[in-house]
């Protein structure tokens, strides 16, 4: 998801009020916040505009934004080497990404349609069509969740990617909006929350936030041009292994993490 022309006073107000926002949670509520201690640094290309992430079997596949700019890549973990990928359709704004089978699919932004890649070879096979925004996605081993910005996760079917149901995210009781990036982690599905520096971990049985990740070292540490749009944006979980990876929107590294208390 992007602004990429929204004036830089709105942006800040913006990112004022969801820190307010954040912080308020955590405090009334005794939401637990962890940190992240760093256990390993990987390169990334600081032109990708990250807004989808998943691991298999040693790559990272990265789903990239911007009109004109918008990709599907497969990508070494340990180099960031892009060793394939392909242009998102010309004029769409490429948006999250999950694997389903021998399928890859793709959201867009703002135009209501899902790309379909063979995982392969990314040859584009198919599309879907779907009401509202497209932010990202995740699945398990049943079910497809994707974001829209709004406090609700979709939960869709992984075969036809037709929505069955949805998840209201809320801390303390009160709605999560800007919910981004998404990975299923142990259970629980990890989130970014667009212009901050956390991940929400929310229990998918009840949409209830269980734990905040604060991220602003990260933050910090990424010299950013245009800090209103290269935020934090891409969890990915190598299962086998139990490593998470973390990087960001036009961001120089991958991040393997280890959350702590």
């Not at 990508?75 to 990404?97: A, C, H, S, W």
């Not at 995982?119 to 994707?146: C, P, Q």
């Not at 299923?184 to 009840?206: C, F, H, L, S």
């Not at 990915?236 to 990087?247: E, G, I, N, P």
Request: overall charge negative.
């Amino acid at each position: 998801m992007n602004h990429k022309h929204a004036p830089i006073r709105n942006f800040l107000l913006t990112c004022t009020a969801l820190v307010a926002t954040w912080q308020a949670h955590a405090a009334e509520g005794g939401i637990p916040v962890y940190h992240a201690t760093v256990v390993h640094t990987y390169p990334h290309d600081a032109k990708a505009f990250t807004e989808g992430l998943y691991y298999d079997g040693g790559y990272l596949f990265e789903s990239t934004g911007q009109i004109g700019e918008s990709t599907v890549r497969k990508v070494r973990l340990e180099t960031g080497e892009v060793v394939q990928k392909l242009d998102t359709p010309p004029n769409y704004f490429g948006e999250g990404i999950i694997a389903s089978g021998n399928r890859i699919l793709q959201l867009s932004w703002q135009d209501g349609v899902g790309f379909i890649y063979d995982r392969k070879s990314f040859r584009l096979i198919d599309r879907i069509h779907y009401k509202g925004e497209g932010w990202a996605m995740t699945r398990d081993a049943n079910h497809v969740y994707m974001s829209d910005g709004t406090p609700s996760i979709r939960v869709l079917d992984p075969t036809t990617f037709a929505q069955t149901g949805s998840i209201e995210v809320t801390a303390n009781g009160k709605p999560l909006a800007q919910i981004n990036e998404l990975e299923w982690v142990k259970g629980e599905i990890y989130a970014n929350v667009w212009q901050t520096a956390i991940i929400a971990r929310i229990d998918p049985t009840t949409g209830h936030v269980v734990g905040w990740i604060d991220l602003r070292p990260l933050v910090a540490a990424q010299q950013v041009d245009d800090p209103s749009n290269d935020v934090l944006n891409g969890i990915a979980y190598d299962a086998a292994k139990d490593r998470l990876f973390v990087t960001g929107k036009r961001w120089s590294s991958v991040y393997e993490i280890a959350v702590t208390p």
